[in-house]
């Protein structure tokens, strides 16, 4: 753009450039923002400045609605929803924004009259890494969706200056680089220096006479640090709402020791900073060491002492006395993370705020609320009564107390019970006692949640049965949600626009029910072929970008079979990988047989630490440097892992995929939302009976999805009887082929070695039973196959698919947590 044409855009417009949503608004904004906030003019501005200037210019009109909504909820005293989560895997902000303020459309054109590239301009955008998986990508759905339902909403975790690891593949093996995500800043939030608390560590406690004559404590820490804000505003899809998600980060309250300095001691003089920082220096910080375990609690401590002294300051400030605190906020602790905030927050009543420990402990059950979201034994949080006790000294003291109430009412529910009091209680004795976090997020909460309804049930009967026999009335179903926005309109703006075509209205994007209209269209020969043509459309695009990273080319024509998500055992990616080199090995025996062409897609990051996941990575690339070069497959099969896989990637990679792969064993998954993803946009599912796969089955129909495999309840019994893989190994000559193959080098050019320590845990233990369902899920596999050859029935049953997937908006969670568990009224702000 020259010079005369900036000159040209910079007359005065009707509408303020600050908050005007036109045409010549937007493009003044951005002129503005780049010249003004930027420092740049046109011709020299780098890419990272043409980004900026658009999120600058998008922010604008989010804080003018922020405030607004700030006001109105301070005007009604509005009750509010706390959202305390360790994760928030938010993804790129921007195109989201520009969907829920309704102008992507007119800053498209904007952009293109400004000989601007809005796809580049979108894709500079850096993903904030402050999640791991599915948990902090449902922190991130929820807050879209309380913005939209106008529920006031306050999300609180923890700014990690370095967020999930990058993942790069490096001679088949996954390599962690460090995610210096905000090394170019971050345009969409606002320091706030000012509000900042201090949050102690160590130290030890005293009681002490208080003027008043009664008994108190107080902790005396040997180290504080302060908790400083970084907001982030959240607005919803067609609303004036704009909720705030507030993180905290950790600083020294003295950054530079002047005196340390001037005698010499240089690392002394920031010492304190470097030490303060490092708690919300990284995301899980890798905790098999002591020093890992130590800083984990400390970071989990942090972040919810910032976020409930918040709360109180919020409250004093608009409401008045703390004895309604309960009737102003409602906080959802997100898995246990930060079920610390149960003690915090009596810690803050009793010994902060004089309050009596029976009115303390009233009104902190009232205030949260508790959802699981796993049953897997490891993964339910402990800490040492010994770390516990040096780090956090009264805290352990007020768990004390807690536990020995609680227990108390347990032995007169069921007197005469001891094995159920060390079951039920709050530390688990042992040779190392520990403190049960899960057990204190079900005594201080007022509900309980499971994420899909077998997940709940088994929460119920098994994981807390305890808890369940003394309280039912405290457990609840919420199944999870995706948002519409985030993994339909933005992701897949082609399927968007077909839909609404279709439907006559877009108003499915904020009502996912309305999909329904599909039905009606299912067996519509023109729907099919222009659905088929979108679906080419998008499997190309990740076709393009995935021989860019990877080298690996794709035909758009093969089906897309997916499994991207946390690598771990349970989720179990070697049974999709068994069948692949089954059909390797089908296809070695007898090269002119007919098969399917399939590309095989596999995503996902392995902890750190978690070698046999790491290790399945490994096997996953090396089956696809033999496989993808083998003159006799010819490409009928063929095998990709992409890397890397985040929020970002996956919006490429959902509207591609045909089949998804939803196989983890039953029992084990607690809800997975990537299976909601990838069918919104029209994939198939081939699954067992796990997580809301069994709601999802019932919604779409059991024809239209791929069933296999054990029930849970069908586990549990072989577990009870005796699961003994090795004599399955020997039964199955096909499944003892594939293992061998293996085994024998075959796929690590050699050596016989390296992917042992993997088959000999399946052959000898296989906790996960992938040998007990290998047949079955062959079988299934067979089926797809089959259903792929007709084209026109595999396009109807995709249409159905998304037709019926509207229960699993997080709208719908959203709604249903608001009327069911929270108690919380929705506010509408005008626009």
Known sequence: MSTAQSTKLLSPNREHTRTGMSKEALKQAYIDNLFYIQGRFREVATPHDLYMAAAYTVRDRLLARWVKSAQAFKVNRARTVCYLSAEFLLGPHLANNLVNLGITKISQESAAELELDFAMILEEEEEPGLGNGGLGRLAACFMDSLATQCIPAIGYGIRYEFGIFDQTIENGWQV?????????????????????????????????????????????PSLEINGVAYDTPILGYGVGNVNLLRLWKAEAPQSFDFQAFNVGDYYGAVHAKIEAETISKVLYPNDEPEVGKELRLKQQFFFVSCSLQDMIRLHLNTVGPLDTFANKFVAQLNDTHPALAVAELMRLFIDEHGMAWEQAWTITRNTFCYTNHTLLPEALETWSVGLFERLLPRHLEIIYLINQDFLNQVRAKFPDDETRIIRMSLIAEGEQRRVRMANLAVVGSQAVNGVAALH???VKTTLFSDFYDLWPEKFHNVTNGVSPRRFMVVSNPRLADLISHTCGHNDWIRDLSLLRHLEHHADDVELQQRWREVKIAAKQDFANWLQQQTGVVLDPQAMFDVQAKRLHEYK??????????????RIQQNPNQEIVSRAF?????????????KLIIKLINAVAEVVNHDPLVNGRIRVAFMPDFNVKNGQRLYPAADLSEQISLAGKEASGTGNMKFSLNGALTIGTLDGANVEIREEVGAENFFLFGMTAAEVTAKQREGYRPWELYHADPELKADIDLINSGHFSRGDMVLFRPLTDHLINHDPFMVLADYRAYLECQAQVSTAWSDAANWDRMSILNVARMGKFSSDRAIVEYAKNIWNVPPVTVER
């Open 456 to 458: 709940s049930e088994l």
């Open 176 to 220: 962690e680089r460090s995610d210096t995500w905000l090394r170019n800043g971050n345009p969409w939030e606002i320091p706030r220096p000012k509000i900042c608390f201090p949050i102690g560590f160590g130290g030890y406690t005293e009681q002490y006479r208080h003027a008043d004559g009664s008994l108190r404590h107080r902790w005396l």
């Open 572 to 585: 179990r990616q070697h049974l999709n990988i068994l069948h692949i080199i089954r059909l390797y090995q």
């Open 601 to 613: 897609i596999f995503g996902g990051k392995a902890a750190p630490g978690y070698y046999l996941a």
